[in-house]
């Protein structure tokens, strides 16, 4: 895969676009007083010696320092909830079996308010990518026991589910037993069987698919996903300020190397800063392992049968992957329920966990974001002598200069598994196609973003704008990641070209071979100067040209304004025999020159037209083709036919089609240009056509 950074010269029209720009010199500006606080939120429970909690308390009982500093008690909220779970009173059953789950988000709480009080937040969390099909069911099966036997009137519950993609909500909190029995039906039964017609076209539905912690062959960022998907539920489970326990389900939980524990480390750093603690559950139950393996895994057929290894390294690969589970429960104030045929005495445990506790909150005198721990300590002002529990302390937030490697890989984690996308940087994106063989299709991208949209910095003395690039394509029908890119970008400026980077656009542009088939893609770009991220996503469909018969098959259409000699590329990813291999691929570049498709499809009338294509006629005879331009339904221009004879050396009959347009004559407005492809011999034809824009 070929990658390059190149500048193209911005029309007049992109021109008129003002997000982000960059301020001039010398215009006018005011003053802005900009103040920022960040508040503390701390769950504290308050027990006497003989263990019984404590009530009555309020903002005067507490005192609070942070790195010894006195810090000023804003608000105390007291949490009181039934210590000896009690059913709430029966109702009629009614659960349902949806079509589709619908994805959710966790609603956030106002600053300083506890949404939830007097009530116990319980999140179930079913790790579906660790679980075999029989733990999911046992795992389902004990949370819809607690619901039915086990749940009180003070529990809320969310359910969350992470299947290999992002982490999909699919609940947020509720006491409605009927709701989250329904959802927990329909995990069970699954999704869309049979009630649903399925639209292969614009009118079906999104499927959801998710990115960011998917495809262990290729993983991007070499974290441990599932720990990563943790961690960004762990932060999302931050906006409330209550107490909150999530009950993980899985299969077990290994790690390998330091980049996955460090991932661990920071899994349950976000977790204690949330206020969040872990109580896994090893959904297989009590395991009695075969000493050679079960019949899930083929017979080792090695030296390990008969020495004792192979059946050590099964106890050893067990025990490994629950110690991750404990150290989750243990760092975060929950505990691990291994080796147990009763899943859902853990959850119970999680919900006794949670009965009697304050919020307390204040607000932070040291505004320095270093990202640097601070030690919290709180005492009782009124002389009571008590036993307290709450966080000794939390990291302070980083500002992006001050982000690490690993905080700035983190970072597009967290952003590419978001369902909102992030659109601080403005993205725009063309996705073409080209035949390659009976199989495989070339699939360029172009992606722009707006120069004035790019911070510039000062190293060494030249000017640079760093930019990372992160993508993913996925397989729409089976969710899975097909493919996926990872860049980091530094393009070096002359000072002439510094300067005009308000005024120009940066394309980026890279490949992929595709089967035919529906995908989607999110993509997305990091000014890595100040942290700002911009996502593009879409779903795209390449055809199997194989099975046109009635039509000439065509690959898409190419409109641009500018050939780039490959030279003069500010940026190549790859060595120069690698980029070499990948440019006799890419059907956009001839003698040393490659085509740069325009993404807007906006031309100016003192620059040419290029379009370009190519048709699939298998054969000798010679393939028509012409360009039109129509203005209001009436034909305004039409280029002279051009008959060419597909290549001799292509199987598959590829005729490139070329055409150079002159806009001079043309007046500015809004047109429609079509693309006319005949074959005279087999009575077919095939029709391209697009909007575009001519400006002065």
């Not at 790790?127 to 819809?144: F, I, K, V």
């Not at 506790?357 to 919290?376: C, E, H, L, S």
């Not at 300590?377 to 307290?388: F, H, V």
């Not at 060419?644 to 490139?656: E, I, N, Q």
Request: with cysteine; charged share 20%.
């Amino acid at each position: 895969m070929r990658l390059l950074l190149l500048m193209l010269v911005l029309t007049s029209l992109a021109g008129a676009q003002q997000i982000g720009q960059n301020a001039r010199p010398g215009d006018p500006g005011g003053y802005t007083l900009s103040v920022k606080s960040q508040l503390v939120v701390e769950t504290v429970v308050v027990k006497d010696k003989k263990g019984a909690a404590i009530p009555g308390l309020t903002a005067k009982d507490f005192t609070v320092t942070e790195d010894n500093a006195p810090q000023t008690v804003r608000f105390v909220e007291h949490q009181q909830l039934p210590s000896t779970p009690t059913p709430a009173p029966a109702q009629p059953e009614n659960v349902k079996i949806y079509k589709t789950l619908n994805r959710t988000q966790i609603t956030p709480e106002a600053e300083g308010k506890a949404r939830y009080n007097n009530r116990r937040l319980l999140v179930f969390y079913f790790d579906m990518s660790a679980m075999r099909p029989a733990d999911q069911l046992r795992a389902l099966a004990a949370a819809e026991k607690f619901i039915r036997t086990q749940m009180t009137e003070a529990d809320m519950v969310s359910i969350l589910r992470y299947a290999g993609g992002s982490v999909d909500v699919l609940q947020d909190f509720t006491g409605d037993r009927n709701r989250l029995l329904s959802i927990l039906e329909t995990l069970i039964v699954g999704e869309g069987q049979g009630l649903a017609e399925s639209n292969d076209d614009a009118s079906g539905a999104d499927a959801g698919a998710a990115f960011g912690q998917d495809d262990g062959e290729f993983n991007v960022f070499n974290t441990d996903r599932q720990l990563a998907a943790l961690q960004t539920t762990a932060k999302m489970l931050g906006q409330l300020n209550e107490k909150k326990s999530l009950v993980y389900f899985a299969s077990g939980l290994r790690l390998n190397g330091v980049d996955n524990q460090a991932q661990l480390h920071a899994t349950v750093d976000a977790a204690v800063r949330a206020g969040v603690s872990f109580w896994p559950i090893d959904a297989r139950g009590l395991v009695a392992s075969a000493p050679l393996g079960d019949a899930t895994q083929g017979s080792p057929g090695n030296a390990g049968m008969y020495n004792g290894a192979a059946a050590q390294a099964n106890v050893t690969n067990l025990q490994r992957s629950q110690d991750t589970l404990f150290a989750l429960a243990g760092d975060t104030g929950g505990k691990a329920m291994l080796d147990s045929n009763d899943l859902a005495h853990g959850i119970v445990q999680a919900q006794q966990a949670i009965s009697d506790y304050y919020i307390v909150g204040y607000y932070t005198t040291n505004p320095a974001q270093n990202g640097r721990f601070r030690k919290v300590k709180i005492a009782l002002s009124n002389g009571l002598e008590a036993r307290l529990e709450y966080r000794e302390g939390y990291y302070a937030g980083k500002t992006f200069a001050k982000f690490t490697a690993v905080d700035k890989e983190r970072q597009l984690e967290d952003a590419l598994m978001l369902n909102d996308p992030i659109t601080e940087l403005t993205i725009a994106m063309e996705i073409d196609y080209f035949q390659l063989n009976r199989a495989e299709y070339y699939v360029p991208i172009i992606v722009k973003i707006p120069g004035r949209e790019l911070a510039l910095a000062k190293r060494g003395g030249a000017e640079h704008t760093l930019i990372d690039f992160v993508g993913e394509v996925k397989d729409v029908v089976g969710g899975t990641t097909v493919t996926n890119l990872r860049d980091n970008v530094n393009i070096k400026l002359s000072d002439a070209s510094a300067g005009e980077l308000a005024r120009r656009p940066i394309e980026y542009d890279a490949g992929f071979t595709l089967l035919p088939g529906k995908y989607m893609i999110k993509f997305l770009a990091r000014d890595d100067e100040t942290g700002r991220i911009g996502t593009y996503q879409t779903t795209f469909t390449v055809p199997n040209l194989n099975k046109e018969l009635k039509h000439v098959p065509i690959s898409a259409v190419i409109l641009s304004s500018q050939r780039v000699n490959m030279k003069d590329a500010l940026y190549n990813a790859m060595k120069s025999k690698d980029a070499a291999k990948a440019a006799i691929a890419d059907p956009l570049v001839e003698n040393g020159s490659r085509l740069i498709p325009s993404v807007n499809r906006v031309f100016s009338r003192d620059r040419e037209l290029y379009v370009f294509l190519q048709a699939y006629q298998p054969g000798t005879q010679p393939v028509v083709a012409y360009v039109s331009l129509y203005r209001g339904g009436a034909k305004v221009f039409e280029s002279q036919p051009a008959a060419v004879t597909p290549a001799a050396t292509s199987r598959l009959g590829m005729t490139p089609l070329s055409f150079t347009l002159s806009l001079g004559q043309l007046p500015p407005g809004d047109y429609d240009c079509q693309v006319t492809v005949l074959d005279p011999t087999g009575n077919r034809s095939s029709f391209w056509q697009a909007p575009i824009l001519i400006v002065p």
